[in-house]
C-alpha cells in the first residue's frame, strides 16, 4: 500500500522560507509515479502548486512561480518543497499526492491517486 507522509509544516512570519517534504512508501516497479504538491486553505478549494513527474519534468502554478520550488531525491522516493517568500495567502493545508500509472500497474491493480494527510503552513503577517 502506497503511504505519504508530509513535514516541514509549521508557523512563520510573511517574508520567511519553509520546506516541506514528503516520504512515500509502498512503491512498486510495476508502476510509474508522478507526484505533487496541493494546498487547501481554509474554505477553500484544494488547488494545484507543483509536480514533478516520473521522468523528472516539473511543472508549477503561476501563483507561486519565483517563490515556491519542487525537487525530488528518487533515490529516498521524496520530494520538496522549498517555499521561499512566503505570504499570508500561501496560509493552508499543503498535501502531497502520488499518481500511479501504467500498464502493469493498472492489471496488478495499483494505480491510482494517493494522498497523504498534510502539513499545515501558517504565515502571519
Known amino acids: 500500500q502506497v503511504q505519504l507522509v508530509e513535514s516541514g509544516g509549521g508557523s512563520v512570519q510573511a517574508g520567511g522560507s519553509l520546506r516541506l517534504s514528503c516520504a512515500a512508501s509502498?512503491?512498486?516497479?510495476?508502476?510509474?509515479?508522478?507526484m505533487s504538491w496541493y494546498r487547501q486553505a481554509p474554505g477553500k478549494e484544494r488547488e494545484f502548486i507543483s509536480m514533478?513527474?516520473?521522468?523528472?519534468?516539473?511543472r508549477i502554478a503561476d501563483s507561486v512561480t519565483g517563490r515556491f520550488t519542487i525537487s525530488q531525491d528518487k533515490a529516498k522516493n521524496t520530494i520538496y518543497l522549498q517555499m521561499n517568500s512566503l505570504k499570508p495567502e500561501d496560509t493552508a493545508m499543503y498535501y502531497c499526492?502520488?499518481?500511479?500509472?501504467?500498464?502493469?500497474?493498472?492489471?496488478?491493480?495499483?494505480?491510482?491517486?494517493?494522498w497523504g494527510k498534510g502539513t499545515l503552513v501558517t504565515i502571519s503577517s
Open positions: 499526492k502520488t499518481s500511479a500509472s501504467g500498464g502493469k500497474c493498472s492489471l496488478f491493480g495499483r494505480a491510482g491517486d494517493y
Open positions: 509502498g512503491f512498486k516497479a510495476a508502476c510509474r509515479y508522478d
Open positions: 514533478v513527474d516520473s521522468r523528472g519534468a516539473t
